[in-house]
């Protein structure tokens, strides 16, 4: 250690347009980075510092890259963040920095001894594990249970336990308000926790029932005669591809006593069991058809198309003005799915949709079913109410309204002259 600060590294200027690697180290009571360039083989060193959070110093000629092994990133691009985190995604949003994953340590040796010279480093978990979905095994039990009689006041009723790869449970518990077989009632518990289980962003599922007939269905063991049974098993088929590894097996009902409670207590009565476990009641069959509306696909590119690379890939646009309004907007999106979302400080987050589908909604408020040909500020209202969200929308709601003929057919007819008329004095009979 006393050769290595005998003979340290000199600092070397950088040259405009270089790509700068940042390496962090925090501790209680400083922060400590180092500010590097590869150049060859070796890492040459540009800046350091050591402070007790007194400031910030940013290079906006230089283009920065952050190596660390902490999720910054996703934390400072989730529209959920408040406070203090907010402040800071709008202040770096302004510099061009990129994070990346640490994978050697070189220069992150210096700025952990920075750290480390000022007080002990302390036991930081790991928070990817909140932030990012697991890829281990989550397992399913789920149990179903029809009315037994007309005349009994039990109904039908399901439970499932989903456990985490951590040994965390999720209870839930569902009554059916229409007749459901024994079978159909083993389908709708089992559809039912695949649902959770994929909104939780679970990717290995292995589900556990104790229904001979649907695990030897699923795995195609038996053949699925009746029609009910042949939906059902299609419906399986279908959110079982939604999973990177789904398997279901067949267990004893003596060890798939906690779901068995649990749907005999919902069918029973479910007010009780409210305050510890989550009950839903369930109004129709998932094999019953609902009306879907199909989506819009656009042909090109549109202002949405740079956000969500920048929010999928970090890739920014080539220009430099165009990067910097990305990095500016992105904390105030998301992305759900294939559907992108802008956060609303008023109210729920609004669905970002593209021309075509803009153009729609336009229609369908404007001069739809329930149209009353309104005005700019009052479709446009509408439109935020509704949860859609564009960045042209008051200009292309203008030039959508001027198109309609009966707007231009029944509009006022101003009679006021086009320009400002001036007053002729007749001069004076006499004067001179």
Same mark, same amino acid.
């Given at each position: 250690?006393?050769?290595?600060?005998?003979?340290?590294?000199?600092?070397?200027?950088?040259?405009?347009?270089?790509?700068?690697?940042?390496?962090?180290?925090?501790?209680?009571?400083?922060?400590?980075?180092?500010? +590097? +360039?590869?150049?060859?083989?070796?890492?040459?060193?540009?800046?350091?510092?050591?402070?007790?959070?007194?400031?910030?110093?940013?290079?906006?000629?230089?283009?920065?890259?952050?190596?660390?092994?902490?999720?910054?990133?996703?934390?400072?691009?989730?529209?959920?963040?408040?406070?203090?985190?907010?402040?800071?995604?709008?202040?770096?949003?302004?510099?061009?920095?990129?994070? &990346?994953?640490?994978?050697?340590?070189?220069?992150?040796?210096?700025?952990?001894? $920075?750290?480390?010279?000022?007080?002990?480093?302390?036991?930081? /978990?790991?928070?990817?594990?909140?932030?990012?979905?697991?890829?281990?095994?989550?397992?399913?039990?789920?149990?179903?249970?029809?009315?037994?009689?007309?005349?009994?006041?039990?109904?039908?009723?399901?439970?499932?336990?989903?456990?985490?790869?951590?040994?965390?449970?999720?209870?839930?518990?569902?009554?059916?308000?229409?007749?459901?077989?024994?079978?159909?009632?083993?389908?709708?518990?089992? $559809?039912?926790?695949?649902?959770?289980?994929?909104?939780?962003?679970?990717?290995?599922?292995?589900?556990?029932?104790?229904?001979?007939?649907?695990?030897?269905?699923?795995?195609?063991?038996?053949?699925?005669?009746?029609?009910?049974?042949?939906?059902?098993?299609?419906?399986?088929?279908?959110?079982?591809?939604?999973?990177?590894?789904?398997?279901?097996?067949?267990?004893?009902?003596?060890?798939?006593?906690?779901?068995?409670?649990?749907?005999?207590?919902?069918?029973?009565?479910?007010?009780?069991?409210?305050?510890? !476990?989550?009950?839903?009641?369930?109004?129709?069959?998932?094999?019953?058809?609902?009306?879907?509306?199909?989506?819009?696909?656009?042909?090109?590119?549109?202002?949405?198309?740079?956000?969500?690379?920048?929010?999928?890939?970090?890739?920014?646009?080539?220009?430099?003005?165009?990067?910097?309004?990305?990095? +500016?907007?992105?904390?105030?999106?998301?992305?759900?799915?294939?559907? $992108?979302?802008?956060?609303?400080?008023?109210?729920?987050?609004?669905? &970002?949709?593209?021309?075509?589908?803009?153009?729609? !909604?336009?229609?369908?408020?404007?001069?739809?079913? &329930?149209?009353?040909?309104?005005?700019?500020?009052?479709?446009?209202?509408?439109?935020?109410?509704?949860?859609?969200?564009?960045?042209?929308?008051?200009?292309?709601?203008?030039?959508?309204?001027?198109?309609?003929?009966?707007?231009? $057919?029944?509009?006022?007819?101003?009679?006021?002259?086009?320009?400002?008329? !001036?007053?002729?004095?007749?001069?004076?009979?006499? /004067?001179?």
């Amino acid at each position: 250690m006393k050769a290595l600060l005998k003979d340290l590294p000199t600092l070397t200027a950088p040259i405009v347009g270089e790509t700068l690697i940042l390496y962090l180290a925090v501790s209680k009571e400083a922060v400590s980075y180092v500010l +590097v +360039v590869e150049r060859g083989d070796a890492q040459m060193p540009i800046y350091f510092v050591s402070n007790a959070l007194s400031g910030s110093e940013y290079f906006q000629a230089h283009p920065i890259t952050v190596l660390t092994d902490q999720p910054i990133r996703q934390l400072l691009y989730k529209p959920e963040i408040s406070g203090r985190l907010t402040k800071w995604a709008i202040e770096l949003g302004k510099q061009e920095i990129a994070y &990346c994953a640490r994978s050697a340590i070189k220069g992150q040796v210096m700025a952990d001894y $920075l750290a480390e010279t000022v007080a002990d480093m302390p036991v930081i /978990c790991d928070p990817e594990q909140l932030l990012m979905p697991s890829p281990e095994l989550w397992e399913l039990y789920t149990d179903g249970v029809a009315e037994k009689t007309p005349a009994s006041s039990e109904d039908a009723g399901a439970g499932q336990i989903l456990t985490g790869p951590h040994r965390e449970e999720h209870i839930y518990a569902l009554r059916f308000n229409f007749k459901v077989t024994n079978n159909e009632a083993e389908y709708e518990a089992l $559809l039912a926790g695949m649902r959770i289980a994929r909104e939780l962003g679970v990717k290995k599922l292995q589900a556990y029932v104790d229904s001979q007939l649907v695990a030897n269905q699923i795995n195609g063991t038996f053949d699925a005669n009746d029609k009910s049974m042949q939906s059902y098993l299609a419906l399986v088929h279908s959110l079982a591809d939604t999973f990177v590894d789904f398997r279901i097996s067949q267990i004893p009902r003596s060890q798939n006593k906690q779901a068995d409670v649990l749907n005999k207590l919902a069918a029973l009565s479910f007010n009780h069991l409210e305050k510890k !476990i989550l009950v839903e009641q369930v109004f129709k069959k998932s094999t019953e058809l609902e009306t879907t509306v199909a989506s819009v696909e656009e042909e090109e590119a549109t202002w949405m198309t740079n956000i969500i690379e920048f929010l999928q890939t970090g890739s920014l646009p080539e220009g430099e003005k165009e990067a910097m309004k990305i990095r +500016v907007k992105a904390p105030n999106y998301e992305l759900r799915g294939e559907s $992108l979302y802008r956060q609303s400080y008023l109210g729920a987050s609004q669905r &970002c949709v593209g021309p075509k589908e803009a153009a729609m !909604i336009i229609d369908e408020i404007h001069k739809g079913s &329930c149209g009353l040909h309104s005005g700019l500020k009052t479709v446009t209202e509408r439109i935020k109410r509704l949860g859609y969200y564009w960045s042209q929308m008051y200009a292309d709601t203008v030039e959508r309204i001027r198109v309609f003929q009966e707007c231009q $057919l029944h509009a006022p007819v101003s009679r006021a002259p086009q320009h400002t008329m !001036i007053p002729i004095t007749s001069s004076w009979m006499f /004067c001179k």
